[in-house]
């Protein structure tokens, strides 16, 4: 999984294989094909049996695609590690991760460039976010915001999210890995969808799961530099490159290095979105 780190990740269930060309058609930057929550318990024997037909025939799009096994507090994970063996993955997604060693399990089935995301669920994966990120073979982290609220008893609004948010984020950047994944947003709305994705980058994130494929525009929306911070980035940048003393002033604000950093990286995401909308 080269190039810029992904920014939509969509779920498909693993029992709807007639749905999985549909989503890699999406536009989203990585499909999830789903053996945990969207498939009911009766249907994980069938929704494995999908995944590895289509896995076998399915040639590069295979580099677009996780799949989300069943944690291993399951009766249904060893099974799903052996699907893991049989297919070879490049990356899998692992729920209720909570320790490092779990990581490692799940990679000794894969082959030797394949990575974990990590998913962290609960209070005790926030307490071993340190262990967990800087583990071996991790490709990012996310947040299963849904699952911590219940494992907490806390409400959609509580700040214990943005509380365990930030602790992803900031154990993803001390451990060097890209900008962690928000959770799902269930509501299909796009302005409810472009508002969840913009509080959670300004707690850190860089990418968010989608459940339905109208989620992937709204996501890119919110994640795209806006007219105003566009503008702001160039001004400083021009102004930077003719200044030779190492600081200036610029609308009334002193402009030093940090801040134009933060320009550059507002111009290369601008630059990313112009390219994803050039046919």
């Given at each position: 999984?080269?190039?810029?780190?992904?920014?939509?990740?969509?779920?498909?269930?693993?029992?709807?294989?007639?749905?999985?060309?549909?989503?890699?058609?999406?536009?989203?930057?990585?499909?999830?094909?789903?053996?945990?929550?969207?498939?009911?318990?009766?249907?994980?024997?069938?929704?494995?049996?999908?995944?590895?037909?289509?896995?076998?025939g399915a040639g590069e799009a295979q580099g677009k695609v996780l799949i989300r096994i069943n944690d291993d507090a399951t009766p249904w994970h060893l099974d799903d590690l052996a699907l893991m063996r049989a297919v070879q993955p490049a990356c899998v997604m692992l729920p209720k991760c909570e320790t490092a060693a779990q990581v490692a399990a799940v990679l000794a089935s894969l082959a030797i460039n394949a990575t974990v995301l990590p998913l962290i669920e609960t209070a005790r994966g926030v307490m071993g976010l340190p262990g967990i990120a800087a583990a071996p073979g991790v490709a990012c982290l996310a947040f299963g915001s849904l699952d911590y609220m219940v494992d907490l008893n806390i409400p959609a609004?509580?700040?214990?999210?943005?509380?365990?948010?930030?602790?992803?984020?900031?154990?993803?950047?001390?451990?060097?890995?890209?900008?962690?994944?928000?959770?799902?947003?269930?509501?299909l709305d796009a302005a409810q969808v472009?508002?969840?994705?913009?509080?959670?980058r300004s707690l850190g994130f860089g990418a968010k799961m989608c459940i339905h494929p109208a989620q992937?525009?709204?996501?890119?929306?919110?994640?795209?530099?806006?007219?105003?911070?566009?503008?702001?980035?160039?001004?400083?940048?021009?102004?930077?490159?003719?200044?030779?003393?190492?600081?200036?002033?610029?609308?009334?604000?002193?402009?030093?290095?940090?801040?134009?950093?933060?320009?550059?990286?507002?111009?290369?995401?601008?630059?990313?979105?112009?390219?994803?909308?050039?046919?």
């Amino acid at each position: 999984m080269s190039g810029d780190p992904p920014q939509t990740y969509l779920f498909v269930p693993g029992n709807r294989p007639e749905r999985f060309a549909k989503a890699l058609a999406s536009g989203a930057d990585r499909v999830i094909l789903d053996l945990e929550d969207a498939v009911a318990p009766g249907d994980k024997a069938a929704a494995r049996d999908a995944v590895v037909q289509w896995m076998t025939g399915a040639g590069e799009a295979q580099g677009k695609v996780l799949i989300r096994i069943n944690d291993d507090a399951t009766p249904w994970h060893l099974d799903d590690l052996a699907l893991m063996r049989a297919v070879q993955p490049a990356c899998v997604m692992l729920p209720k991760c909570e320790t490092a060693a779990q990581v490692a399990a799940v990679l000794a089935s894969l082959a030797i460039n394949a990575t974990v995301l990590p998913l962290i669920e609960t209070a005790r994966g926030v307490m071993g976010l340190p262990g967990i990120a800087a583990a071996p073979g991790v490709a990012c982290l996310a947040f299963g915001s849904l699952d911590y609220m219940v494992d907490l008893n806390i409400p959609a609004d509580s700040l214990a999210l943005d509380f365990a948010a930030s602790q992803i984020a900031i154990a993803s950047r001390a451990a060097g890995l890209n900008s962690p994944v928000a959770g799902v947003t269930p509501a299909l709305d796009a302005a409810q969808v472009s508002a969840d994705m913009r509080h959670a980058r300004s707690l850190g994130f860089g990418a968010k799961m989608c459940i339905h494929p109208a989620q992937v525009a709204a996501v890119r929306a919110a994640l795209a530099p806006s007219a105003e911070e566009r503008a702001w980035a160039q001004r400083v940048l021009q102004a930077w490159q003719a200044c030779s003393t190492g600081a200036l002033q610029l609308d009334g604000k002193m402009i030093d290095r940090p801040v134009v950093l933060k320009a550059e990286r507002i111009a290369a995401q601008a630059a990313r979105t112009d390219s994803s909308l050039t046919p």
